[in-house]
C-alpha cells in the first residue's frame, strides 16, 4: 500500500476522511499507475482538484522523480479562479516553473505541434460534475482527439462523480451541439469521466470514428449509488455540494435574464429578477472573483433562496424544470423570456415549447423518460463501477 493511500484510510478511520467516506479516487492508488508513466514524457490536463491529499498531483510526480513536460488547463484556468468562459492565457506555474498550455483561450483551443512532440502520455486528473452542459468533459474529448490523431496515450486517473447517481434529461440532439454540449448524452450521464471517454471510443463518437489509445485508473470502493462529496470546490460558482446538486436544475436560468445568483455567496442556489412579484426574498450581484460582471449586477433581484432544501428533497427530484416555469409565468414576456442559448443547455426544441404551452415540470421531465432508459441501455456496457 502507498504510503499516501495508507495516510487516507488513516485519516478514514480516525473519523476525520478528506472526503467524508471510505472512496479513494485513482490518483490515490500511485502503485497502479507509477508503473505507466515510468520512463514516459508526461503531459497533465488538471486543475486546482487534481490534488492528492494536501499535494497536487503535478507536485507529487515530480517528487518522485517523473518528467512531467507541462499541464493543460481547462476552463476557469489551472488555479480555477476565471470567470465561466473567460479567456484564461498560457503561463507559467510559479511552484514549479512548469508551461500551462490553456485550452480555453476563446478559440478552438488546439494544441500545437510544437506542444505535441514534447509529449508520450498525457494524464487526465480533474474533478467533473456529471451534467452535459460542465465544460471539462468537452475538452477531455477535444484532448482525445488530438492523441487519436497523434498516436498518444491518454490516462486518466478516475475521480466520483457527485452526480453519477443518476441519469436525467434528454439526449442532446446534435443540432444543438455546442461548447456546452458536445456528446449525445442526457444533461445528467451519470458516469464518471473515465466511463464517458470509454463510451466515446466504443460509440465511435471521435471525429471520423477516431479510437483515442486509452487506460482507465479506476477510483477505489465507489459505485454509482455512492453520494459523493468533493473536499474542493470544482469552479467558481460551485461552492458546495448544494449548488453541485442544484446545477442541473438551475443552470437553464443562464439563457433568460434571471439571474441564479452569480456575484452573491449563494450561486446556483437562488434565482431572482427585478421585475419579479410576490416574493419576500431579494439578493444584489455584486462583481466578485469568479463573476466579474454576473447577470443583473447591481439590481436588486426579488426571487427564491433554494439553500434551505435538504439534500434528500433535491436528490428525490432529479432534474426540476418547476423553477424555470416558475420565473417564466412570474415575469409574463412570453419567448421574450429565453434567449437562444437556451436550445444549447436543454439539448432538444420541444422544452421551451412545452414552457409556453402550460405544460408542467412532471409533463416535460415524462416527454424525455424514454432517452434515459435509452441512455442508460446503451452505456452500460461501459461502467466501471456497480449501477
Not at 253 to 277: D, I, W
Request: glycine share 8%; with cysteine; hydrophobic share 35%.
Amino acid at each position: 500500500m502507498s504510503p499516501v493511500k495508507y495516510f487516507i484510510l488513516i485519516l478514514f478511520f480516525c473519523g476525520f476522511s478528506t472526503h467524508s467516506q471510505n472512496v479513494l479516487p485513482a490518483a490515490y492508488l500511485t502503485e497502479q499507475y507509477f508503473p505507466l508513466l515510468k520512463n514516459q514524457r508526461i503531459a497533465i490536463f488538471s486543475n486546482h482538484t487534481g490534488m492528492v491529499g494536501d499535494e497536487h498531483l503535478v507536485d507529487l510526480l515530480l517528487r518522485n522523480g517523473f518528467d512531467v513536460i507541462g499541464i493543460f488547463a481547462p476552463e476557469h484556468g489551472f488555479r480555477g479562479t476565471a470567470d465561466a468562459g473567460e479567456h484564461v492565457s498560457n503561463s507559467v506555474d510559479e511552484k514549479t516553473g512548469l508551461p500551462i498550455f490553456s485550452l480555453y483561450q476563446g478559440g478552438k483551443g488546439l494544441v500545437g505541434q510544437d506542444i505535441l512532440e514534447k509529449f508520450d502520455v498525457l494524464v487526465v486528473d480533474i474533478q467533473d460534475v456529471g451534467t452535459r452542459f460542465y465544460t471539462y468533459y468537452i475538452t477531455m474529448v477535444k484532448l482525445m482527439d488530438v492523441c487519436a490523431l497523434n498516436n498518444k496515450e491518454m490516462i486518466i486517473l478516475d475521480r466520483p462523480n457527485p452526480n453519477g447517481h443518476y441519469v436525467d434529461g434528454p439526449i442532446l440532439d446534435m443540432e444543438h451541439k455546442s461548447g456546452v454540449g458536445w456528446l449525445p448524452i442526457p444533461v445528467v450521464h451519470g458516469m464518471t469521466l473515465g466511463e464517458l471517454a470509454l463510451m466515446v471510443n466504443g460509440e465511435g463518437w471521435l471525429p471520423e470514428g477516431r479510437t483515442c489509445p486509452l487506460e482507465v485508473v479506476t477510483c477505489e470502493n465507489y459505485t454509482h449509488q455512492t453520494l459523493y462529496k468533493v473536499p474542493i470546490a470544482p469552479s467558481p460558482n460551485l461552492p458546495n455540494m448544494k449548488s453541485i446538486y442544484l446545477y442541473p436544475s438551475l443552470c437553464y436560468f443562464e439563457a433568460t435574464p434571471v439571474s441564479l445568483g452569480r456575484g452573491t455567496s449563494k450561486p446556483f442556489q437562488v434565482y431572482g429578477h427585478p421585475n419579479m412579484k410576490g416574493y419576500d426574498f431579494s439578493f444584489t450581484p455584486k462583481s466578485m472573483p469568479g463573476a466579474k460582471n454576473p447577470p443583473q449586477l447591481n439590481k436588486e433581484c426579488f426571487g427564491v433562496d433554494l439553500s434551505g432544501l435538504s439534500d434528500e428533497e433535491i436528490l428525490k427530484k432529479g432534474i426540476d424544470l418547476s423553477y424555470l416555469i416558475e420565473a417564466y409565468q412570474n415575469l409574463n414576456l412570453g419567448d421574450h423570456f429565453f434567449r437562444p442559448f437556451f436550445e444549447k443547455l436543454i439539448g432538444v426544441d420541444y422544452v421551451r415549447k412545452m414552457i409556453i404551452q402550460g405544460k408542467s415540470a412532471d409533463e416535460i421531465k415524462n416527454r424525455w423518460a424514454d432517452d434515459v432508459e435509452k441512455f442508460k441501455a446503451r452505456r452500460k456496457k461501459y461502467l466501471l463501477y456497480k449501477e
